[in-house]
């Protein structure tokens, strides 16, 4: 049975990409089938930013950075 397997790979200078797959098998012969399509960079995929949210938000804070007085400390009861 075909067994997927999917990695993240990077094409060097050379334009000549290496792969090294680990598999369940030893002392076989496989047919292997390679698929190529550009990954999406991982900017991308882990955030989305707006259009235009850092020229809109860098820069864009006035006046003074102030901390507010901090309330009493809790005491708590002692659960050990």
């Known amino acids: 049975m075909p067994q997927p397997i999917s990695i993240r790979s990077h094409v060097g200078a050379d334009g000549v990409l290496r792969l090294e797959v680990p598999t369940d098998f ?40 102030t901390r507010p007085d901090q309330r009493e400390y809790e005491i708590r009861e002692d659960w050990t």
């Open 26 to 65: 030893s002392n076989a012969d496989l047919d292997v089938t390679v698929l190529l399509s550009p990954a999406e960079s991982l900017a991308s995929t882990t955030a989305q930013w707006q259009p235009g949210f850092f020229t809109d938000v860098i820069g864009s804070w006035e006046g003074e950075l």
